[in-house]
Nanobody
């Protein structure tokens, strides 16, 4: 059974940094992708960044491009989201999600393609 556990959220001042971790277990295929999504109060969930293990490609939402960086620990199925120069509008619950397939390929960075989800971690950017 696939499971994901997020960690690393918290309270940070504007301009600060946080690193989120997403540890996945029960992944039986090498063809997987992990995405980070966030949902602010009163807003729809949006895609933040995705990593595909098939081709090691990365994608970012326009609002975080150049500030966030997604990466993978090659020794385990863990993906990190390094968030720099955080802004108050980055405040949200951040979720990681897993796409797993028996065939090679990279899914779009959209929540409908990701079937297993973590419980979420709160990120608050405030002075």
């Amino acid at each position: 059974q696939e499971q994901l556990v997020e960690s690393g959220g918290g309270l940070v001042q504007p301009g600060g940094s946080l690193r989120l971790s997403c540890a996945a277990s029960g992944v039986s295929s090498d063809y997987w992708a992990i995405g980070w999504f966030r949902q602010a109060t009163g807003k729809e969930r949006e895609a933040v960044s995705c990593f595909s293990n098939s081709d090691r490609s990365t994608r970012y939402g326009d609002s975080v491009q150049g500030r966030f960086r997604i990466s993978r620990d090659d020794t385990k199925t863990t993906v990190y989201l390094q968030m720099n120069n955080l802004k108050p509008e980055d405040t949200a619950v951040y979720y990681c999600a897993l796409h797993s397939s028996s065939t090679w390929g990279t899914p779009p960075c959209s929540e409908v393609y990701f079937g297993s989800w973590g419980q979420g971690t709160q990120v608050t950017v405030s002075s």
